[in-house]
C-alpha cells in the first residue's frame, strides 16, 4: 500500500472499529450502519492505494508511461514552458480503479517544476490540459528535454509530487501520485520515437510509450 494513503486507512479502520463496538454494545442500527460504510470505504481504500511491483524494460533507451490508464490521445502541439518548440503530446486518462503512482518516464536532472491552481473539471476532457490544477516537471535528460504534467480531475483534488529541482531521476523511478480519477500528460520532442497510439491501455513503469533515438 502506498504511504500516502495510509493516514487515510487507518483513520478509517480506527472509526469502523469504534463504530462496530460501539453499535454492538448499543444495538444502535444507525451506529452499525456507520461500520459497514467505514469498512467498505476502508477496503475501497486499501484498494485504491495498492502499490504493485513494476519492472522497468532492460532497453536504456525505453521511456515508460508515468501513470496507468487510457491513452486519450496522441498529438503534435507547441510546449513553450520549458522544451519551446513543437513535441508529442500523450494524454493519458486514469480512471478511479486505477494504480495512481506516478513515475519517472525517462532518466535525466529535474530543471524545471511549476505548480499552477486551477479548475476541477472532468480529467477526460480536452479544456482540462490547459485549465485544470497541475503540476508541470521538465527533465533534461542526456538526448535533451522532456516533460510532463500531472492533472487533477473532478474527484482528484490532492497532487502529490515529491520531485525538487536539482533532482537526479532514473526511468521508472517513483515520485508521487494524483489522488483519485485524474490525468497524465508527456511532452516529448524530436529526439523521442512515440509507440503507442490512442486508446491503449498502459501500466506506470513498464509499458514503453516511446523509444530515445540515439546521439
Request: one cysteine or more.
Amino acid at each position: 500500500m502506498s504511504k500516502d494513503g495510509l493516514g487515510i486507512f487507518l483513520g478509517l479502520v480506527a472509526f469502523s472499529i469504534a463504530s462496530g463496538a460501539l453499535g454492538y454494545a448499543s444495538r444502535n442500527g444507525v451506529v452499525l450502519g456507520l461500520f459497514v460504510l467505514t469498512s467498505a470505504l476502508g477496503l475501497f481504500t486499501l484498494y485504491f492505494f495498492r502499490d504493485p511491483l513494476r519492472q522497468p524494460p532492460a532497453d536504456p533507451r525505453a521511456m515508460v508511461s508515468p501513470a496507468d490508464g487510457k491513452v486519450l490521445d496522441v498529438t503534435k502541439v507547441q510546449e513553450p514552458n520549458f522544451i519551446g518548440g513543437e513535441a508529442m503530446r500523450i494524454a493519458i486518462f486514469l480512471s478511479v480503479m486505477d494504480v495512481h503512482i506516478n513515475y519517472v518516464p525517462y532518466a535525466g536532472t529535474v530543471s524545471y517544476l511549476k505548480y499552477n491552481k486551477g479548475k476541477f473539471y472532468r480529467a477526460n476532457i480536452p479544456s482540462a490540459s490547459d485549465e485544470n490544477e497541475h503540476t508541470f516537471i521538465g527533465v533534461e535528460s542526456d538526448l535533451g528535454k522532456y516533460a510532463f504534467k500531472q492533472s487533477a480531475g473532478l474527484i482528484a483534488r490532492r497532487i502529490v509530487c515529491r520531485l525538487k529541482l536539482g533532482d537526479k531521476v532514473k526511468t521508472g523511478e517513483k515520485f508521487g501520485m494524483i489522488k483519485f480519477g485524474s490525468r497524465m500528460e508527456i511532452f516529448l520532442p524530436s529526439w523521442a520515437t512515440v509507440t503507442i497510439k490512442e486508446g491503449d491501455r498502459l501500466r506506470a513503469g513498464e509499458s514503453v510509450i516511446a523509444i530515445a533515438n540515439e546521439k
